[in-house]
C-alpha cells in the first residue's frame, strides 16, 4: 500500500530521532444513520473501509469520529451520520437517514443506504463500504424497510413488521479476534405491537408504541456506526420519532514497539498482543491528531 508520507495535512514531521516507516492495519468505521419518523425506515450503517499501509514515526495523523445522524421527526427523514477520518488516506461516508411514511419516503444514501417508508425506496450504499437499503410496505402496519449494512442489504418492511437491518461485521485482526460489531444497519419502525424491525450489528431497533408501552425504541450504539431505529406509527412525540445513529471508530494495529501519542481532544484505549498494539480511537475532532514515536 502506498504509505502516508511525511508532510500529512500540513502537520509536518517533529524534531528528535529519524522517522522511521512501520506496517499497519486498519479500520475506520463511519457514524450511522438516523432512522425515519413515523413508520420509518431504519437508518443505514456508517460506511466501513480496513486496509494496511506503511505509517511513519513522527508524521501527526489527523483523526476524526464521524457522529450519528439524528433521528427523523414524524414528517422527516432521518439525516446522514458524520464522516470518519483517518488522515487524508480513508474517509468512508457516514449511514444514509431513513425515509418517513408522513413525508418523503425514500431512504437517503450514504457508506450503506437508509430504509425507505411506504413504498419508498431504500437508500443506496457505496461501493466498498456498505449495501442499500430496503424499501417500506404501504399495507395494514405500514413496515418500514431496515437500513443497509456493511456486508447484506437491508430486509423490506411488510404488512405485520418492520425490515430488519443489513448486518455488518465483526471490527477484528490478527491477534485481535471479534473485538466490536460494527456497521450494521437499523431496523424500521412499525404500528404493530412486537413487530418493529430488529437493528443488527449496533443498529438501533425500530419502535413501536401502542399507547401505554414502548417496544425497543433503540438508536444505533455508541462507536459501532450502527444506523438508528425507525419511528412507530403511534403519537405523541417521541414514539414517532426515529432514534439515532451510532458514532463511528477507528482502530489501529500496529508493532509494539511503537507508541501512540494523541492530541488533547482524542479519546482512545489500546490493548497488546503478540508483539502488536491495537488501537481505538472513539472521539476525535477536526483539529485532533495521533503521533508515533
Keep these: 500500500m502506498t504509505g502516508f508520507g511525511y508532510n500529512v495535512n500540513g502537520f509536518g514531521v517533529s524534531g528528535g530521532a529519524a ?9 475506520t468505521v463511519s457514524g450511522g444513520g438516523g432512522g425515519g419518523g413515523y413508520c420509518g425506515g431504519g437508518g443505514g450503517g456508517g460506511g466501513m473501509l480496513e486496509s494496511s499501509a506503511t ?3 513522527q508524521v501527526a495523523y489527523q483523526v476524526t469520529i464521524g457522529a450519528g445522524g439524528a433521528g427523523g421527526a414524524r414528517t422527516a427523514q432521518g439525516t446522514n451520520g458524520s464522516n470518519t477520518t483517518l488522515s487524508n488516506f480513508t474517509s468512508p461516508l457516514g449511514g444514509g437517514g431513513g ?9 437517503l444514501s450514504g457508506g450503506s443506504g437508509g430504509g425507505g417508508a411506504d413504498n419508498g425506496s431504500g437508500g443506496s450504499g457505496t461501493s ?3 449495501f442499500s437499503g430496503q424499501s ?10 431496515g437500513g443497509g449494512g456493511k ?11 418492520g425490515g430488519n437491518g443489513g448486518n455488518g461485521k465483526y471490527l477484528t485482526f490478527t491477534n485481535f479476534v471479534n473485538i466490536a460489531q460494527v456497521a450494521g444497519g437499523g431496523g424500521g419502525g412499525s404500528g404493530s405491537s412486537s413487530q418493529v424491525g430488529a437493528g443488527v450489528y449496533g443498529g438501533g431497533d425500530g419502535k413501536y408504541y401502542d399507547g401505554s408501552a414502548t417496544l425497543d425504541p433503540a438508536p444505533g450504539a455508541v462507536n459501532t456506526g450502527g444506523g438508528g431505529g425507525g419511528g412507530s406509527y403511534f403519537t405523541p412525540s417521541p414514539y414517532d420519532v426515529g432514534t439515532s445513529g451510532g458514532s463511528g471508530i477507528i482502530a489501529i494495529r500496529y508493532p509494539d514497539s511503537v507508541t501512540a501519542t494523541f492530541s488533547g481532544g482524542v479519546t482512545s484505549s489500546t490493548t497488546t498482543s503478540g508483539g502488536f498494539k491495537l488501537t481505538q480511537i472513539t472521539a476525535a475532532g477536526p483539529s485532533d491528531t495521533v503521533t508515533f514515536g
Excluded: D, H, N
Design 99 to 107: 425515509g418517513t411514511r408522513a413525508g418523503t419516503k425514500a431512504g
Design 19 to 27: 522517522p522511521y516507516p512501520f506496517s499497519s492495519s486498519y479500520a
Design 128 to 130: 466498498g463500504q456498505g
Design 136 to 145: 417500506g410496505s404501504y399495507a395494514s402496519v405500514y413496515g418500514g424497510g
Design 55 to 57: 505509517l511513519s514515526t
Design 151 to 161: 456486508t447484506s442489504a437491508g430486509l423490506q418492511g411488510t404488512t405485520s413488521k
